[in-house]
């Protein structure tokens, strides 16, 4: 899997945009860029994910760079149960599929 | 759709016993399997991959073993657990999206199976 780069952690006030950055710069041609996200004591849950164009979902945008060496993820209202550790990956089938720290989200009241 | 289920959901182990965790995949055939474990306040750590029936990939070597018996069913072993075992045990399955692209993955993720070794 190609190596991706997060911040460790990140801040937020509660009803504000989130804009979580994620480096990829050895990404390949065919790599789709993935995020998760771990809620405390849960296993990590798809958030989005996406090749070239941006990407909208009901859960977040995702922004991804005219060179595809880095991607963010958007959250446009921050909330309280937003709070989590977000994984930015690029799994590829067949192979294994490794996490890597993440950045840990936390949103205050 | 697919659904991944890990069982138990919370074990408690003396040092010494074995250990079987299993994991069943519905809903999908082939696909790719993981065992990550995360030990308190820390990362994801992959242990185990399995790209089919009898194939186990390990990526760190331990205490622990992994087998696939069956297509969708993926189990994680040990002979003897250490308390440095403890950790909270995910079984995945990474699976090609419908469609022409076949590098398009989505992964599913079981709700865990925390293991407390004393």
């Known amino acids: 899997?190609?190596?991706?780069?997060?911040?460790?952690?990140?801040?937020?006030?509660e009803e504000e945009p989130v804009h979580l950055p994620c480096n990829h710069s050895t990404?390949?041609?065919?790599?789709?860029?993935?995020?998760?996200?771990?809620?405390?004591?849960?296993?990590?849950?798809?958030?989005?994910?996406?090749?070239?164009?941006?990407?909208?979902?009901?859960?977040?945008?995702l922004a991804i760079a005219e060179d595809r060496k880095s991607s963010t993820l958007i959250l446009h209202r921050a909330t309280l149960r937003d709070a989590a550790v977000y994984y930015c990956i690029l799994p590829t089938y067949g192979q294994n599929f490794v996490f890597?720290?993440?950045?840990?989200?936390?949103?205050l009241p | 759709s697919q659904t991944i289920h890990q069982w138990p959901a919370t074990?408690?182990?003396?040092?010494?016993?074995?250990?079987?965790?299993?994991?069943?995949v519905e809903g999908?055939?082939?696909p790719n399997l993981y065992?990550?474990?995360?030990?308190?306040?820390?990362?994801?750590?992959?242990?185990?991959?399995?790209v089919g029936i009898g194939q186990i990939s390990s990526e760190v070597p331990q205490?622990?073993?992994?087998?696939?018996?069956?297509?969708?069913?993926?189990?994680?072993?040990?002979?003897?657990?250490?308390?440095?075992?403890?950790?909270?045990y995910l079984c995945a399955c990474l699976l090609p999206r419908r469609g022409r692209d076949n590098f398009n993955t989505e992964a599913f993720f079981g709700q865990g199976t925390r293991l407390t070794v004393v």
């Open chain 2, 63 to 88: 205490n622990l073993s992994a087998s696939r018996p069956q297509d969708r069913q993926f189990i994680l072993s040990s002979k003897k657990l250490l308390l440095s075992d403890s950790g909270f």
């Open chain 1, 100 to 107: 890597g720290p993440g950045t840990r989200l936390s949103v």
């Open chain 2, 35 to 50: 065992w990550y474990r995360q030990a308190a306040g820390r990362g994801l750590q992959l242990l185990f991959y399995s």
């Open chain 2, 28 to 30: 999908t055939s082939n």
């Open chain 1, 27 to 61: 990404i390949s041609g065919t790599d789709y860029i993935h995020w998760y996200r771990q809620l405390p004591s849960q296993g990590p849950e798809y958030v989005i994910h996406g090749l070239t164009s941006n990407v909208n979902n009901r859960m977040a945008s």
């Open chain 1, 1 to 13: 899997d190609a190596k991706t780069t997060q911040p460790n952690s990140m801040e937020s006030n």
């Open chain 2, 11 to 24: 074990l408690v182990q003396p040092v010494g016993s074995p250990l079987s965790l299993e994991c069943t």
